[in-house]
């Protein structure tokens, strides 16, 4: 989605606006453009496409000496993409220069009031009624005009704005789009990810909603809408910057698929007390006792997140006997869910910054659950506005296609149901051997990730096929949903998740030789029933990939390909079980010529509802 970059300081603008947008290109987008103040004078650029069509443009042009700038990347909502749309946007005398993430819903109203009173506009965005609500109100002092501006605005921002009428100076301002101010020495760096903070500055402030900073040379302020001054804290970011780089990998979704063995032991570190049987989860300290009483748990989630929200659902129920509903985020608050004091509601997500999931927390607020997180991105909306979570630890996800972060969430929720099983009746000896099964799950992904050259031909025998299923049951059922997504994510090919027990319901009428199954069949409670739904399948002909237990030779007559995976608990399976459909998924991918890490249409965080 969207990206935003702004610098202040003592250094040229340019090239830190663009290294800031290029680390921001994994959001997904389709145009680009920056501005920077040039002593009396404002320089902006756009081009449609990569930012390195902006770079081009840009080193022809002399932009090159200002040390005040903001720069955006675009990912279109009202109005293709395109030039005239790609941000920054401007007042009708091109000296306000704004650049926006989110959605401004009263647009249409301001822009009618905004043309009557004889402003001209250039684009089909929402964005540019900001510029020129800024000039409406404009008195000599860009914050405050800011702030008269965003009275009049309806719906969610991140904004960054410079004039040449109040110069040397950057303002920004955030409601429910993420806003982070990096703070240097003299310098200052703002951005909607801190992947465009990170090579500058690991010293930052979060903006919450409806709060103003202004930076200039004198140092940083912060306002509300009211202009009362706000003191904020400064916090530590704890990500490197090699973490947001590729590091030899060809691409961040493999080697953010190979860091699994570790971000999942990252997850796991120093919350595991294996004598006790326990899980010791800071995140959760305040709150433990309100744990101890809960009687119904809500997860809402998007995409990947929702598929680790679906594999909650079954080890919580099955471990604590705590009744779990697990709802699309962008569905919770349409069918008015029940909530009381005794309900727990769960975000997962990585970015911590869906719009969907947001909106989801904001009404289970409302009804007055207890809000908790599963969340990778420290210091992001979510982890802010929850009362109380997990983070992941899995480090930085840059690849849109969600990877080592599922196999986070996996883990996280087992940390989770330990914590809440043996508040109740889980006994020692169980909690000691999951912990103990759990411990070997980064060996046992190493071991699953020395086998690419077997997941490699797979790939290159099935990479012509334009259609797909993947089936399990039960722990499986949303393992064989997110193998499905990663697949149709990357590669563009129709792919669909199913329970294997559905199957016979109606998709089974789709198969034949030309439509082959991936089955997820390792030897658990419902091995045999799925193994009946892989004959049904090979009698009509389908062409089967199979995911089984190392040592398990049972399935070579019926699947045409095998791929082995070591034994683990049941309740651990989908930890290892994923990581051969993420690498099947990759190589088909890269092998159909995708661009795998910004697949078309996609958007890393997806900020809008
Ligand atoms: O940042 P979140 O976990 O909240 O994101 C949720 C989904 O948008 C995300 O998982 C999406 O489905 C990914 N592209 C999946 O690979």
């Known amino acids: 989605m969207c990206g935003i970059v702004g610098y202040f300081g003592k250094n040229k603008a340019l090239p830190i606006l663009l290294e800031g947008l290029e680390r921001l290109e994994y959001r997904g987008y389709d145009s680009a453009g920056i501005v920077v103040y040039c002593g009396e004078k404002m320089k902006s650029l756009k081009s449609v496409g990569r930012v390195s069509s ?29 030039e005239k749309n790609a941000h920054p946007h401007c007042d009708c005398k091109r000296k306000i220069w704004v650049c926006h993430n989110g959605i401004i819903e009263n647009y249409k109203i301001l822009k009618k009031w905004l043309i009557e009173r004889g402003h001209k506009f250039r684009s089909e965005t929402d964005t540019e009624v900001i510029p020129h609500l800024i000039e409406e109100y404009f008195q000599g002092n860009l914050e405050n005009a800011l702030v008269k501006a965003l009275k009049k605005i309806e719906g969610t921002y991140a904004i960054v704005a410079i004039s040449e009428k109040d110069p040397n100076k950057i303002v920004a301002a955030k409601n429910s789009s993420p806003l982070i101010i990096g703070i240097g020495d003299k310098e200052f760096i703002v951005a909607s990810d801190a992947s465009a903070i990170l090579s500058y500055t690991k010293k930052v402030v979060y903006l ?11 140092g940083i302020k912060f306002l509300d809408l009211f202009k009362k001054s706000l003191s904020k804290k400064t916090h530590i970011l704890n990500w490197d910057l090699s973490s947001a780089q ?13 860091e699994q063995p570790e971000s999942i032991a990252n997850s796991l570190r120093g919350r595991l007390i294996n004598k006790e049987g326990i899980t010791k989860l800071g995140g959760l300290d305040n709150v433990r006792k309100k744990m101890a009483n809960i009687k119904r748990i809500l997860i809402s989630s998007c995409g990947t997140a929702f598929y680790a929200g679906l594999v909650g659902e079954y080890l919580i129920e099955e471990k604590t006997g705590i009744p779990v509903e697990v709802d699309l985020a962008s569905e919770f ?28 927390l904001k009404e289970a607020k409302e009804k007055g659950a207890l809000t908790l997180g599963i969340v990778n991105t420290v ?28 196999t986070s969430q996996l883990s996280i929720f087992i940390l989770l149901t330990l914590f809440l099983a043996r508040q109740r009746q889980m006994s020692l000896i169980e909690g000691k051997e999951i912990i103990n099964s759990l411990k070997k799950i980064p060996a046992k992904v190493k071991q699953i990730l020395k086998n690419i050259s077997q997941i490699k031909r797979i790939a290159k025998k099935y990479k012509k096929f334009n259609n797909f299923f993947f089936m399990g049951r039960k722990y499986n059922y949303p393992v064989a949903l997110e193998g499905a997504l990663k697949l149709k994510e990357i590669s563009y090919i129709h792919a669909e998740g199913y329970s294997a027990g559905e199957m016979k319901h109606g998709p089974i009428a789709l198969i034949d030789k030309n439509f082959p199954s991936v089955f997820i069949v390792t030897e658990n409670s419902v091995y045999e029933k799925v193994v009946s739904n892989m004959e049904e ?72 509802e």
């Open 246 to 258: 590729k590091s030899g990998y060809p691409h961040f979704m493999l080697k953010e698929i190979f």
């Open 208 to 218: 919450n909603d409806k709060e103003v900073a202004v930076m200039n040379a004198d």
């Open 379 to 406: 210091g992001s909306t979510i982890s802010r506005e929850t009362d109380a979570g997990i983070y992941n630890h899995a480090g930085p996800e840059i690849s849109v296609a969600s990877t080592k972060a599922f």
């Open 54 to 82: 902006l770079k081009e443009k840009v080193i022809k042009e002399d932009l090159i000496s200002g040390k005040v700038g903001i720069a955006h990347t675009r990912w279109a909502t009202h109005g293709k993409p395109s």
């Open 333 to 360: 608050r349409y069918r008015k869910p029940i909530i009381d004091k005794h309900t727990a509601f769960l975000i997962v997500s990585q970015s911590g910054e869906t719009a969907d999931s947001l909106a989801a």
């Open 537 to 608: 399948v090979k009698a009509r002909g389908g062409p089967i990939i199979a995911i089984t237990n190392i040592g398990n030779k049972k399935l070579d007559k019926i699947a045409d390909d095998v791929i082995y995976v070591p034994k683990t608990i049941e309740i651990l399976e989908p930890i290892l079980n994923v990581v051969p459909l993420q690498l099947l998924a990759y190589y088909i991918g890269v092998m159909r010529g995708r661009d795998v890490d910004k697949p078309r249409n996609l958007a890393k965080s997806v900020t809008v």
